[in-house]
């Protein structure tokens, strides 16, 4: 099995506290990070150390607490330009890349056009596109040691492995193998709904957030859950994956063999051909059932209507499942949000019980970039155990 050569910069579990909390928050004072962490301030002057040493970490110019209190202290903050990481993400017809900081903020993009997907060309334009972002400046070339690649489907991590992508046409690639080999970087695969949730959640919308859900909707469904401050991939790698759950036993079926899944109702693709098949007009593109429903096509209007029934009870299911502090809406469905909004969170409020209805959905349309982004988040992770 493929393994990453570059080790990760923290092991002791005081020094990974330290890192991820200032990584999530910003800046520190060393009792905070004492009280939040639950360690003695020794055990954090003593895990901060190597990473001071290392250029990771710094002290800020001292500050004190309050009018009158005693001694100042010296917060403890992240230097983001220490080590940069290259992020990238495959989409249907196009690479997206990125250079992020150590904060996952991004300093150069770069992209290109996929004629293919054979894993062979795939790979090889991906080190085209790493060996661009990192000459866009001398500092990237000489501080990056990770690169994280986010794909659709089911992604064996650990192994570095794509196991099957219906969008790419994939079975079992060995995709961190191949693009290490090329690129001389360690390489992680992710799944890249699982990506663009740990950069949601350590950076963006579920910041300090113990539970928390990302939904994509476009043309796949996708969605991933953290539970007590983690990612959950289950035993499998495959958790949380709401566009497999079957919300109509007599519905169409789905790519995955299932029946009723709220892909099959609610994908891009899914609507499309609702509308073709009710209008018979086999020929429409998705931009004309677009705008047909606009202009309040019943036919239109319904299959845009029942993939919004079918998201919400989707989402419904995930919240009574885990009780998230607040679910994200994102993907490049955000943009037909007007034709199927309403129906999603009134089937929403509908299914979900209890005080777990309390919780949020917030739309949040996201670039192709941040997808790039949630890669190099999760390149980041690798300098975790
Ligand atoms: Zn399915």
Redesign the pocket.
């Given at each position: 099995m493929f393994r990453n050569q570059a080790q990760p910069l923290v092991t002791a579990p005081a020094e990974t506290a330290v890192l991820s909390l200032l990584l999530a928050e910003g800046p520190l004072s060393r009792v905070e990070l004492a009280r939040r962490t639950g360690l003695s301030s020794t055990a954090i002057t003593k895990a901060a150390r190597p990473l001071i040493d290392d250029g990771y970490l710094h002290e800020l110019a001292p500050e004190r607490t309050a009018p009158g209190a005693g001694r100042p202290v010296n917060p403890l903050a992240i230097t983001p330009d220490r080590e940069f990481f290259v992020g990238v993400k495959i989409s249907d017809d196009r690479l997206f890349g990125v250079v992020c900081d150590l904060r996952a903020r991004v300093r150069a993009t770069a992209g290109r056009p996929l004629a293919d997907h054979q894993p062979e060309s795939v790979g090889a334009l991906l080190a085209e596109l790493v060996d661009e972002l990192l000459d866009s400046a001398p500092a990237f070339r000489d501080r990056t040691r990770h690169l994280g690649i986010a794909v659709s489907g089911d992604v064996d991590r650990g192994g570095g492995r794509v196991r099957f992508s219906g969008r790419l046409g994939w079975r079992d690639v060995p995709l961190a193998e191949m693009v290490t080999a090329s690129t001389g970087l360690a390489v992680t695969v992710e799944n890249d709904v699982k990506a663009l949730t740990i950069a949601e959640h350590w950076f963006g919308e579920g910041v300090g957030t113990g539970y928390f859900a990302l939904v994509t909707i476009g043309a796949g469904i996708g969605s991933a859950l953290v539970v007590n401050g983690q990612l959950v991939t289950g035993a499998h790698g495959v958790a949380g994956e709401m566009?497999?759950i079957s919300v109509d036993p007599a519905g169409p079926r789905?790519?995955?063999g299932?029946v009723g899944?709220v892909?099959?109702i609610a994908s891009s693709g899914a609507i499309l051909e609702a509308v073709r098949r009710g209008t018979g007009l086999g020929g429409l593109a998705f931009e004309e059932a677009v705008e047909m429903a606009r202009d309040g096509d019943p036919v239109a209007r319904e299959a845009f209507a029942r993939a919004g029934r079918a998201i919400g009870v989707g989402i419904a299911t995930l919240v009574n499942l885990i009780g998230p502090e607040r679910v994200v809406v994102s993907g490049e469905g955000a943009g037909t949000y007007d034709l199927f909004g309403q129906h999603i969170k009134d089937a929403y409020a509908a299914h979900t019980f209890g005080a777990a209805g309390t919780c949020p959905l917030s739309l949040r349309p996201l670039p192709w970039e941040e997808w790039a982004r949630g890669a190099a988040a999760v390149a980041v992770q690798a300098l975790f155990p």
């Open positions: 566009g497999h789905c790519r995955c299932s899944c892909e099959a």
